[in-house]
Nanobody, 122 residues
Framework: QVQLVESGGGLVQAGGSLRVSCAASGLIFSQYSMGWFRQAPGKEREFVAGIRWTGDATFYADSVKGRFTISRDNAKNTVYLQMNSLKFEDTAVYYC???????????????WGQGTQVTVSS
């Protein structure tokens, strides 16, 4: 059974930093492009960042480019999202996703995590 379990969310002041993690199990992690999506109240879920299954490419939404960094540790079956210079508008539930041999922007994820809340106070 595949599981994606996010952790590390919380409350942070604007301008601060936070790192969220996603631990995967039940799949061959190195075969999956991994990514982060987010959904704010009243808005549709949107792509945030992705890292290709080969580990040699990353891709970011324009809204987070230069502030967020995605990385993966295949030995730990974990993907990370380092978020710096956080803004109020980054407040959302952040979801981890996995797309087997997928593109860096994760066109159609096979699996989703349950989400972790990130709240940025202004």
């Amino acid at each position: 059974q595949v599981q994606l379990v996010e952790s590390g969310g919380g409350l942070v002041q604007a301008g601060g930093s936070l790192r969220v993690s996603c631990a995967a199990s039940g799949l061959i992690f190195s075969q999956y492009s991994m990514g982060w999506f987010r959904q704010a109240p009243g808005k549709e879920r949107e792509f945030v960042a992705g890292i290709r299954w080969t580990g040699d490419a990353t891709f970011y939404a324009d809204s987070v480019k230069g502030r967020f960094t995605i990385s993966r540790d295949n030995a730990k079956n974990t993907v990370y999202l380092q978020m710096n210079s956080l803004k109020f508008e980054d407040t959302a539930v952040y979801y981890c996703a996995a797309d087997r041999f997928g593109p860096v922007f994760l066109r159609s994820p096979d699996y989703w995590g349950q989400g972790t809340q990130v709240t940025v106070s202004s």
